[in-house]
Structures are given as structure tokens and as C-alpha cells.
């Protein structure tokens, strides 16, 4: 009803080729953008902290591994050490030169990660497929092994783990033991909000169309006059950018201190499972996916034990955790068979129906 | 399509609810337990997580409580994985907890800062951070009874009079054996230094997390290098793994030495040939307590813990208890110093502080004999206590040596020097601004 193409006329290229035609899309953004705001003033300690924080930050590196995986059709399990590269990049960078705002950090980091990615990028020029794959699980251990090995890079602490210390913006702590959970949430939003913009201006434009190519036929694209290498390096820095910016916010504005093995290989995994669960090639699906992955267990964490609990049934932690276990993996399994191209394909077959609704047609 | 929507919405509502609902009542203290009961560390954590559940949860059953206030109980899987153990803290934090013990040193760290912020005070027994035993620059973190500095001076001091002398230890190769992250690697400067300084040589192997169900390559170059003992920082499946591979690579057993985390479970797996494995370890084995037995009567012969009747007393149980006794002590003195009864966690910290299991209060507890003696004080939030060395005998641990005083003199410059690298690292630490109580 309230959903409707009808009557919105398109009269230049330029309303003809927008990202959100619709109006009600385009009000619908701007609701959600509004309501994540009002969250930060609503939403508890434990929501922001524990749930939307972390949520932000692994749909930012989804998106990284989406550019990537889902647009060029590269498939990487260095995704774990690449945001490791960004967190180290940032520590050394905000305690070298405190004087510089940590905003500031957080976005160069991210340059750090991306020559990194590039690096390893070079082999995807030959390689493709599952052999490239194994090239980058080559980076991830690789890394890995530096942030153990290079004392220099947590600038020698005894304990080996990257800590945060107080950093400011506009006077009001936002890393570090004092910053509130609202402050780092409004930074990280902000953050991710602003990074996704430029992500779907990318995607959308002349070189997301390029790395699309890529995926699709590599040959033709090359025929086609695009340059593979170039194309595929290019998409390697832009999604280790945005892997190492989601790498240093996880650290920094989430954990607040973390060891060398948070960016292990089940990291890379955990971020690839978002990525195919929300749906390769879209935007809207590494939020998805990282909902699903991350957000479903603690809400079936909270959920369950308050469901036997009427009938006197006290389920264990332990129990607890292996239900959470094998609800989200047959869910993952069963999203997967209903819909093998993610729930983001899923959102929108629903707005399509939605379109002509009560209608079939 | 609609159908989903709902369920998202109810999925919302029943989470939203879910947590508004924790008001507890106002006469019971909420005392959150950080276990994991799965993963691979499942089969150090889970012992560990009956012993702390079994007795705060028989100070409940038999006395009603602490001083009449019954405990509220909640475990939290963290899965000895950083990521739940930090969601477990953001859960229970808005519950009041008195005390937290996140039983992992990468949980702890992430932790340590937040404690001052959130006045929730963090008990690491030994393990942690070592340089938050000064409570004078981390007046929220507690770490008795002994860091693990103190541990490998200990080791070393004790292999050392093996010898002969800690000067005999010239020339001599000591292999350490140690998980790959911050708790493996904290102890490698003190050892460093101290093979300056005696002039011994080490070598490191270093198992990363991944690996510690295979270390064959680590035994290898053992088998290579030929040291002339063995000390191993392991945990979790780490440590049964290691005994194994010594006893399959022919390795001297009774020149390999642990620190204190590895478990009845652990030696026995190394079969007939581990006989002569021996550890550090701080408090008895066994379940020939008062308090244990009372254990036994209202926890477990009631069907109210999940331990196995046979696991009661092991080593690793044991080891839960003594965390246990920690909180309940710290409670107990927080209502003797504040003279209320439902206490929060500022006031445990004070208690903490104020901790004094001497001999008289142990057996006052059913605990004569469990353990030595601990004091913590104001600038103190260690202990330092000595450990002794107990060896396996093929069916249980057997204590065979006198307390084994740390080198203090060598540890506390390293202990100084970190807790101060610490505090300027981290701009803005703040200064301790909570006051000492006298010592009672």
C-alpha cells in the first residue's frame, strides 16, 4: 500500500541510475539512519557495547570482504590478519604521535592494511579460485606470526597484547576504560556510516563496474579494455582498507586491549560465513550476514534460558552454548538451501512482492 | 516475507525483555561465574567450574549465604574465547556483580581497564597480568596467591637445588615449553634474565593455539637440542598433549616441570610413563576437608553440582575452590568492614584488600591445611606466597618439597618496571584514589 512505484516519474539519467529510486526507500534510509542515532540515547549499556558495537564493526569488515569476494570474485581467508594489520598500524600510530586526533588514525590505518593487501594481492593475477584462497591463508599465518614475533609493533608491552590508551574527540573520551559505550557507538556508527557510503558509491560507479566484470568473465573484461591487474590490486587495498578500519575499531572502540590471536583464522572465517550468509555482491547483505552471525547467538544466548524458565527448567551455560552452537549452524545450512544467494537476495525478492502486494503480480 | 518480520520483531521484543528483567532482590549478593565447559579448554575449564560453583553454592545450602545473605550464582560460557568473555562482562555488569573472574589472561586484559571505570573488582588468581599485583597502581585487580614470575623463579630456584646450587645451573640448557600467547610468553624476560645472570641457556618452543593437540614439531627439536629439563606454561589440552609427546619421545620425565594449571586428567595421559611429571601447586589435593566434605553432603549428594562424585577433591576442583574461597572471603570482609550486609563491589575490593587466611581462619572455614597461609594488603594484591613442587606417582599428585620461596629480590625490579610501563603507557592511567582501610 504503502510501498509503490506508481506515480514516481523519472525524468533525467541521473534519478533514472540512483542507488534508491523510491522514494520510500530512500525515507525508509533515513529512518533507520535515524533510529541507529536515536539508539545511542535509548539502547542500554549492554545493547550498544555487546551487541551493536561489535555488529558495526564486523558488518564493516564484511563489507571489506564483500568488495572483494562478492564483487571481484576473489576469494580471501586473510581477512582476520588484515583488520590485525589495520588494529597494529593504529596502536603504533596514536601512541608514536599522540598529539594527532585518533579519528584521524583509524582512517589511515586502514592505508597500512591496504598496501599489506595489495601485497598479497599479487599472486590473483595468476591464481583463482580455491588457489588463491590458499595464497591469502598464507598472509593470515603470516601476519599472525609477525604480531606474535615483532615486539616493536606493541612497542615491547610485557604482555604482548595492544592496549587503549585515553584518547579524545572534542575533549570527550572516546578509547579507553572511560569512554561510555554511547560515545564509542556514535564514533563507530559515524564511521561505518560514512565508510558504506563511499563503499556503495564504488560498487555502484565505473570501478565497482569493473571489478563486477572482472567476477563475471575475467577475459572478456580484459578484452573489454579493462586492465586485470590493476582491477584486482585495486579491489585487494579497498577491502583490506576497510578490513583494517573495522580491524583497528574492533580493538580500540569494542574491546579496549586485545592479544595478537583475536585476528586468527577463525576470525577470517567467521567475517566469510557473513559475507556468503548475507549474500555475496551486495551491501546490504554483509549487514545482514553479520546480524545473523553475530547478533542471533546472543539473542538465542538471552532468549533460550528465558523460555524453559516458566517451566522450571534451568538450563546450563554450557548447554546453552552447544544449542546456540546447533541452532545458528542449521539455521546457516537452512538459509542456505531456501536462498544459496543470501539473505540479501531474500530482502529483496521481498520488496519486489511487497511492490505489488496483495497482488501476485 | 511477513512471517519473518514477525519473527525478527518477537526475537527483538523477547531480547529487549530479556534484559530488562534481571532485578534481583535487594537481599542477595550477585556473585557471576566465568566457566567454559566447551572448547578446547573445556578439559582444564570445566573442574575448575564445579569447584567454583560447588562451594560458594554449599556456603548457600548449609549457612544460607555470607553472613545470612544468600549469593546469586550465574555462570557464563566464555569458551576461554575473548570475544564471549567480553559479552559475558558486558552481560553481568548491569546485574551488580561483586567480583569477576574471567579465568582467561586474554579476558583479563581487556578487563583491567574497565575495572576502575565500572567499580567491579577482578580476581585473576594467578594468572593475569603479573604487574596488577601492585595495588597501588591497580587498586581493582586482585592475582594471589603468586605470579607467575614468582613461578618460574620458583621452578628455577628449585631445579637449581637439584643441582646443587643455582650456580651449577652454569652451562646447563632449560627448555620452555609454552602456549603462544600473552600467559605462555609472560614469564620468557624473567627466565631471559635470570640465563644472564646464572648463566644457563634456554630454549623457547612456543605452541600456537592451533597446535596444541599436535606438538610433535616442538618435541622434535627437543629431542635435537637435548635439554637438560623441561618447563612448560601450558593449558587447556596443552598440557595432557605435552606429558604424551614426552613420554612418546623418550624425553627424561622427571626433568619436566609445570607450572601450576595441569590436572590429574592431564598426567594420566601420558599413562604408565608419566610417573615422575611433577608441578607447582599451592593448596592440597584431596577431598579429606571439613568443607569439602560438606561439599559432598549438600552439593553434590543432592544432585546440585555437575561434577562426578569420583572428580571431587582432584586437583583442578580443588584449584575452583580456592578461587571460590578468595570471593567468599573477600565478601565476608567486605561486611565486617562496612558492617552492611548486602555489600557491592567497591566495598569487596576493600575486602579484598583486607583478606587474612591465616592458619586460625582456615580451620574456622574446614579448611585446616588446604592451603598456606595468604595476607593481601592496600599495596599488596598478590601475596607472593611460596608454592611447593608435587610429583605424579602414576595415580595422584604427591607433595614433595617444603614451600618454595619465590626470589623476590629478582622479580619485584621486573614487577616494578612493568607495572610502571604499564601505567604510562596507557595515558590518562589514573591515580589510586581509593583509601587504604587500616589493616585489621
Known amino acids: ?361 | 516475507m511477513s512471517f519473518r518480520k514477525l519473527g525478527l520483531g518477537l526475537a527483538a521484543a523477547t531480547m529487549l525483555a530479556g534484559m530488562a528483567l534481571p532485578a534481583f532482590a535487594q537481599d542477595s549478593v550477585y556473585v557471576p561465574l566465568f566457566t567454559y565447559r566447551t572448547g578446547p579448554f573445556a578439559g582444564s575449564g570445566t573442574p575448575i567450574a564445579d569447584g567454583m560453583h560447588d562451594y560458594l553454592r554449599m556456603l548457600n545450602e548449609r549457612d544460607g549465604g555470607i553472613g545470612g545473605v544468600k549469593l546469586v550464582l550465574e555462570e557464563c560460557e566464555t569458551g576461554y574465547d575473548t570475544k564471549k568473555g567480553v559479552e559475558c562482562y558486558e552481560a553481568v555488569k548491569g546485574k551488580n556483580p561483586v567480583v569477576v573472574n574471567p579465568w582467561s589472561t586474554g579476558i583479563t586484559l581487556p578487563l583491567i581497564p574497565r575495572a576502575s571505570v565500572d567499580k567491579i573488582p577482578i580476581l585473576s588468581m594467578a594468572y593475569g597480568l603479573s604487574a596488577s599485583a601492585r595495588g597501588d597502581i591497580f587498586p581493582w585487580v586482585f592475582n594471589p596467591p603468586a605470579t607467575y614470575w614468582d613461578g618460574m623463579s620458583m621452578l628455577i630456584k628449585y631445579i637449581g637445588e637439584k643441582e646443587g646450587g643455582l650456580d651449577k645451573l652454569k652451562g646447563k640448557k632449560i627448555g620452555f615449553l609454552h602456549l603462544d600467547a600473552s600467559f605462555g610468553k609472560e614469564p620468557i624476560p624473567l627466565l631471559q634474565e635470570l640465563s644472564k645472570e646464572l648463566g644457563f641457556e634456554v630454549a623457547l618452543y612456543p605452541v600456537a593455539a592451533q597446535d596444541m593437540q599436535n606438538q610433535s614439531s616442538q618435541w622434535l627439536s627437543a629431542r635435537r637440542d637435548r635439554p637438560d629439563y623441561m618447563i612448560m606454561w601450558g593449558w587447556g589440552s596443552m598440557n595432557g598433549a605435552a606429558v604424551k609427546e614426552a613420554v612418546r619421545s623418550g624425553y627424561p620425565i622427571d626433568k619436566f616441570y609445570s607450572v601450576w594449571w595441569p590436572g590429574e586428567d592431564d598426567a594420566r595421559a601420558g599413562g604408565a610413563g608419566a610417573k615422575g611429571f611433577k608441578m607447582l601447586n599451592w593448596h592440597a589435593v584431596g577431598a579429606n576437608f571439613p568443607a569439602i566434605q560438606d561439599i559432598q553432603k549438600h552439593v553434590v549428594d543432592k544432585g546440585l553440582s555437575k561434577a562426578p562424585k569420583d572428580k571431587v577433591g582432584e586437583l583442578l576442583y580443588n584449584r575452583g575452590i580456592y578461587n571460590s574461597l578468595l570471593i567468599a572471603e573477600g565478601i565476608a570482609q567486605a561486611q565486617k568492614l562496612t558492617g552492611k550486609k548486602v555489600v557491592t563491589g567497591e566495598d569487596v575490593r576493600r575486602g579484598m584488600e583486607n583478606i587474612k587466611l591465616d592458619p586460625a581462619r582456615l580451620k574456622a572455614l574446614g579448611l585446616e591445611g588446604f592451603t598456606d597461609q595468604l595476607v593481601l594488603s592496600c599495596a599488596d594484591h598478590n601475596g607472593h606466597r611460596a608454592a611447593f613442587m608435587q610429583e605424579w606417582d602414576g595415580t595422584k599428585w604427591v607433595k614433595i618439597s617444603n614451600p618454595i620461596e619465590p626470589m623476590t629480590d629478582r622479580v619485584k625490579g621486573q614487577l616494578d618496571a612493568a607495572a610502571k610501563d604499564y601505567a604510562e603507557k596507557n595515558a590518562g592511567w589514573p591515580k589510586r584514589s581509593e583509601a587504604c582501610d587500616k589493616a585489621s
Open chain 1, 1 to 361: 500500500m504503502l510501498y509503490r512505484e506508481a506515480g514516481q516519474f523519472k525524468t533525467t539519467y541521473v534519478a533514472d541510475s540512483a542507488i534508491f529510486p523510491l522514494r520510500e526507500d530512500r525515507i525508509g534510509l533515513a529512518i533507520i539512519i535515524l533510529g541507529a542515532y536515536a539508539l545511542a540515547f535509548l539502547g542500554n549499556s549492554f545493547l550498544l557495547q555487546a551487541v551493536m558495537i561489535p555488529f558495526l564493526v564486523f558488518s564493516l569488515a564484511a563489507i571489506g570482504l564483500n568488495i572483494l569476494t562478492g564483487y571481484t570474485g576473489l576469494l580471501s581467508l586473510g581477512t582476520g590478519a588484515f583488520m590485525g594489520v589495520g588494529a597494529y598500524a593504529c596502536y603504533k600510530l596514536m601512541t608514536a604521535f599522540p598529539g594527532v586526533n585518533v579519528i584521524v588514525w583509524i582512517f589511515v590505518s586502514g592505508f597500512f592494511s591496504a598496501a599489506i593487501g595489495a601485497l598479497f594481492g599479487l599472486p590473483s593475477l595468476r591464481i583463482k579460485g580455491f588457489y588463491l584462497a590458499v595464497a591469502t591463508l598464507a598472509a593470515q599465518f603470516f601476519l599472525q606470526w609477525c604480531f606474535i614475533r615483532i615486539p616493536w609493533l606493541v612497542n615491547y608491552n610485557v604482555s604482548g597484547a595492544l592496549d587503549a590508551p585515553l584518547r579524545t574527540l572534542f575533549g570527550i573520551p572516546i578509547i579507553g576504560p572511560n569512554a561510555t559505550p554511547q560515545t564509542r557507538y556514535l564514533v563507530v556508527l559515524t564511521i561505518v556510516i560514512v565508510l558504506t557510503w563511499i563503499a556503495s558509491n564504488l560498487v555502484h560507479g565505473r570501478i565497482g563496474r569493473m571489478w563486477i566484470a572482472i567476477r563475471d568473465m575475467d577475459l572478456a573484461a580484459e578484452l573489454m579494455g579493462i586492465r586485470p591487474l590493476q582491477t584486482k590490486l585495486l579491489a585487494f587495498a579497498v577491502s583490506s582498507y576497510y578490513c583494517g578500519v573495522a580491524g583497528a575499531l574492533l580493538v580500540f572502540l569494542w574491546y579496549g586491549g586485545a592479544e595478537y590471536d583475536v585476528f586468527n583464522i577463525n576470525q577470517s572465517f567467521f567475517i566469510l560465513f557473513m559475507v556468503i550468509i548475507g549474500g555475496l555482491g551486495s551491501l546490504i547483505g554483509s549487514f545482514f550476514g553479520a546480524a545473523l552471525i553475530f547478533i542471533l547467538p546472543i539473542v538465542l544466548g538471552i532468549v533460550l534460558p528465558a523460555m524453559f524458565e516458566p517451566f522450571g527448567i534451568s538450563v546450563a551455560a554450557d548447554v546453552i552454548e552447544h544449542l546456540r552452537f546447533m541452532i545458528v549452524g542449521a539455521l546457516i545450512i537452512f538459509f542456505l538451501i531456501v536462498e544459496p544467494h543470501g539473505l540479501a537476495r531474500l530482502w529483496q525478492i521481498g520488496k519486489q512482492k511487497l511492490l505489488v502486494w496483495p497482488f501476485p503480480y
